[in-house]
């Protein structure tokens, strides 16, 4: 399977995304985590990514449209894959489609993360991340078992810089500009799936399973 995750920051994308990932036996393309690592190893593309990404505004289509070609091209995604944050303007999505286009393949499904915006702020700035693995923890929805310590490593959690409420409403702004186009786009061919993101995680997870059926 072929899966797009779209949704609002903290719409809960990364924390849905390893249950899907096992279920069906896919690889998780996660562009924003991509991104954060060539941040963190200061590498050319994280030296060109950064501003962007510390402002809460996206980075080039050029950039990020690269890190997913490459990425695809891996063994492990060759059965299908999830992406999560990408594509996120309709140049990602046409550029998605031919890529695609080219290996035969096409997009399978599209999870449209559904959720009103005045409920993000609590979730993002409450948000603490294992780097490594991807994992995330909420100090009030998921809170590790000891404060800032990842339950599986025993490794210290952080916390974005971007995950701030001034960085959060810029992030929010450039989704409903750019990103909501990309659901009218997939709409149009009748891929996506609306789920009630608002609702506790294990709910989302089985409306997640009901739409993959
Ligand atoms: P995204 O990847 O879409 O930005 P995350 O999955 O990282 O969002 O979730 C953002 C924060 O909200 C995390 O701290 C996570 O633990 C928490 N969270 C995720 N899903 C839910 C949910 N359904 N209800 C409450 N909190 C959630
Ligand atoms: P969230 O999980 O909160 O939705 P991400 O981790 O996906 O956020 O993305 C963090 C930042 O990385 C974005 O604000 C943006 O600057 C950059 N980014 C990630 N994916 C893309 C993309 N597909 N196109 C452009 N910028 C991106
Ligand atoms: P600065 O040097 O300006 O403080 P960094 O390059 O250290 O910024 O990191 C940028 C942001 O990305 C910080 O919020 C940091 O916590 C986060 N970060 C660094 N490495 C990772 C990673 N591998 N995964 C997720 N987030 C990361």
Redesign the pocket.
């Known amino acids: 399977k072929r899966i797009i995750l779209i949704?609002p920051?903290?719409?809960?994308?990364?924390?849905q995304s390893p249950l899907i990932k096992d279920e069906y036996c896919l690889c998780h393309l996660a562009t924003g985590d991509m991104l954060r690592a060539a941040v963190a190893a200061k590498t050319p593309l994280g030296i060109k990514a950064k501003e962007a990404m510390n402002k809460g505004e996206l980075v080039s289509d050029d950039l990020v449209v690269g890190i997913i070609d490459e990425a695809m091209k891996k063994p492990s995604c060759q059965k299908g894959f999830i992406l999560d944050g990408f594509p996120r303007t309709v140049v990602q999505a046409q550029k998605l489609d031919d890529m695609l286009a080219k290996q035969g393949a096409k997009v399978d499904k599209v999870l449209n993360?559904a959720i009103d915006d005045a409920i993000l702020e609590e979730?993002?700035t409450?948000?603490w991340i294992h780097p490594s693995s991807g994992r995330?923890?909420?100090t009030k929805?998921?809170p590790p078992k000891t404060p800032g310590v990842d339950d599986v490593t025993g490794e210290p959690l952080i916390q974005r810089k971007d995950d701030t409420a001034a960085v959060l409403k810029s992030r929010l702004e450039a989704f409903h500009m750019q990103t909501e186009p990309v659901i009218d786009y997939y709409s149009k061919n009748g891929l996506v799936a609306n789920l009630h993101?608002e609702?506790?995680?294990k709910e989302?997870t089985v409306e997640v399973q009901k739409a993959l059926q």
Do not use: D, M
């Not at 920051?9 to 924390?15: A, E, L, Q």
């Open positions: 949704g920051p903290g719409s809960g994308k990364g924390t993360f979730r993002i409450g948000r995330s923890y909420h929805f998921a993101a609702k506790p995680p989302v």
